[in-house]
Antibody, heavy 122, light 108 residues
Framework: QVQLQESGPGLVKPSETLSLTCNVS??????????WSWIRQSPGKGLEWIGY???????NYNPSLKSRVAISVDTSKKQFSLKLSSMTAADTAVYYC??????????????WGKGATVIVSS | DIQMTQSPSSLSASVGDRVTITCRAS??????VHWYQQKPGKAPNLLIS???RLQSGVPSRFSGSGSGTDFTLTISGLQPEDFATYYC??????????FGQGTKVEMK
């Protein structure tokens, strides 16, 4: 059974870049059948898609974050990563990695990590 | 962007009650709606895909219906473990795959 686990700093300074990693166990991150995704949740904005990567190289990002986001995969380490630049207090949230399934239009998230709390503060 | 509006935002119910949560899309989206349950401090958990397809391991008291713009999640016979927040999500268009704002089911 596939399990996901986020890791990364819990505190980021304003204007810095957030780097989070999601470790994938019990399955292959290089599988072309799945969309390795990042979602975040904040009290003010609820659940928000950040983006995903599939087939190890094809990415799709939320247009509202596209200029600041990069998602990549390291198949040798069985992990995928999120980088979000120019962080502000508005980016304070719980960040989840998740496995997307189905592709457009039946796209849903069937496996989630436990979430990583990220606070942006000096 | 497609907006997903859930109603009510919260509700109070008792064990054994039938609970209905509605999700309305800002434009027609066929049956490309999925439902999640989230408990405090936990990640969301997929309950239903494609409006009505119950996921493996999800109790049969959960059901989903709808097509077009209006969708419903029903819990028939609320159990203590069902007190949680429920979210709908659309996947009709490419990102952003928007979520509803959530419906919190609380104990009466």
């Amino acid at each position: 059974q596939v399990q996901l686990q986020e890791s990364g700093p819990g505190l980021v300074k304003p204007s810095e870049t957030l780097s989070l990693t999601c470790n994938v166990s019990g399955g292959s991150v290089s599988s072309g059948s799945f969309y390795w995704s990042w979602i975040r949740q904040s009290p003010g904005k609820g659940l928000e898609w950040i983006g995903y990567i599939y087939e190890s190289a094809v990415t799709n990002y939320n247009p509202s974050l596209k200029s600041r986001v990069a998602i990549s995969v390291d198949t040798s380490k069985k992990q995928f990563s999120l980088k979000l630049s120019s962080m502000t207090a508005a980016d304070t949230a719980v960040y989840y990695c998740a496995r997307g399934f189905g592709g457009v239009p039946y796209f849903y998230l069937d496996v989630w990590g436990k979430g990583a709390t990220v606070i942006v503060s000096s | 962007d497609i907006q997903m509006t859930q109603s009510p935002s919260s509700l109070s119910a008792s064990v054994g009650d039938r609970v209905t949560i509605t999700c309305r899309a800002s434009r027609t989206i066929s049956n490309y709606v999925h439902w999640y349950q989230q408990k405090p401090g936990k990640a969301p958990n997929l309950l239903i895909s494609a409006a009505s397809r119950l996921q493996s391991g999800v109790p049969s008291r959960f059901s989903g219906s709808g097509s077009g713009t209006d969708f419903t999640l029903t819990i028939s016979g609320l159990q203590p473990e069902d007190f949680a927040t429920y979210y709908c999500q659309q996947s009709y268009s490419s990102l952003p795959y928007s979520f509803g704002q959530g419906t919190k089911v609380e104990m009466k």
